[in-house]
């Protein structure tokens, strides 16, 4: 299938520090990815749709200067989180939609720890 | 709006039997529904996936699912459990129809125990 990298896959930082996370379709050109955080044990929580060229859509509750999404290339998004606090530590997943199979494929995810 | 329910938060099955994962949805329009499996601290792997068509469908590792219309199910099979079938199962729903027509749901998970 469609391989999708997310980098890091595990961060540590600070209190108030911000920490970007890359999400790369390596072969195929995505319009569309998600943002995802997980809790342990957990469900996926939807936290933003981002799309190629125009600003992110972010759902209910979560906060856009916060996290701040970026999508500039067909294979490129990031979501930065900024002043990073002790309860943004979480699992962050991507997914990115291959619109030719109509599948979003996954990340492997970034383990978020703010100390 | 759209959901998922896994009404089994944990399904342990002896190694060599049949599993049953269990999925019912609701949407308003119809239903592109999805299986994917996940790991211990990785990102989702897509098992498989139900547009249109057979009701039976057929995917990775020897998984199959069976959509069924009338009762809004998409349960997920496989004839003969692997200890390394052991993980996070998620099925997820996406509306055909709507504003929401990229947004994919996600059910709660259900743990799968494949015990030896």
């Known amino acids: 299938g469609a391989v999708v990298s997310q980098h890091p896959s595990w961060v540590i930082c600070k209190s108030g520090t911000s920490v970007k996370i890359e999400c790369r379709s390596l072969d195929f050109q995505a319009t569309t990815m998600f943002w995802y955080r997980q809790f342990p044990k957990q469900s996926l929580m939807l936290m933003a749709t981002?799309?190629?060229?125009?600003?992110?859509?972010?759902e209910q509750g979560v906060e856009k200067d916060k996290f701040l999404i970026n999508h500039a290339s067909l294979t490129l998004s990031t979501l930065t989180v900024t002043s990073a606090h002790p309860e943004d530590s979480s699992f962050y997943i991507c997914?990115?939609?291959?619109?030719?199979?109509?599948?979003?494929?996954f990340g492997a995810g970034t383990r978020l720890s703010v100390l | 709006a759209q959901s998922v329910a896994q009404p089994e938060d944990q399904v342990n099955v002896a190694e060599g039997n049949p599993l049953t994962v269990k999925c019912t949805y609701s949407v308003s329009g119809n239903p592109y529904l999805f299986w994917y499996v996940q790991y211990p601290n990785r990102g989702l792997q897509f098992l498989l996936k139900y547009i249109t068509g057979d009701n039976l469908v057929k995917g990775s590792y020897g998984f199959e699912a069976e959509f069924n219309k009338s009762q809004t199910s998409f349960h997920l099979k496989k004839p003969s459990a692997l200890v390394s079938d052991s993980a996070l199962y998620f099925c997820?729903?996406?509306?055909?129809?709507?504003?929401?027509?990229?947004?994919?749901?996600f059910g709660p998970g259900t743990s799968l125990s494949v015990i030896p």
């Open positions: 997914s990115a939609r291959y619109k030719l199979l109509d599948i979003q494929y």
């Open positions: 981002s799309n190629e060229g125009s600003k992110a859509t972010y």
């Open positions: 997820a729903v996406r509306d055909s129809s709507g504003t929401s027509y990229d947004k994919v749901i």
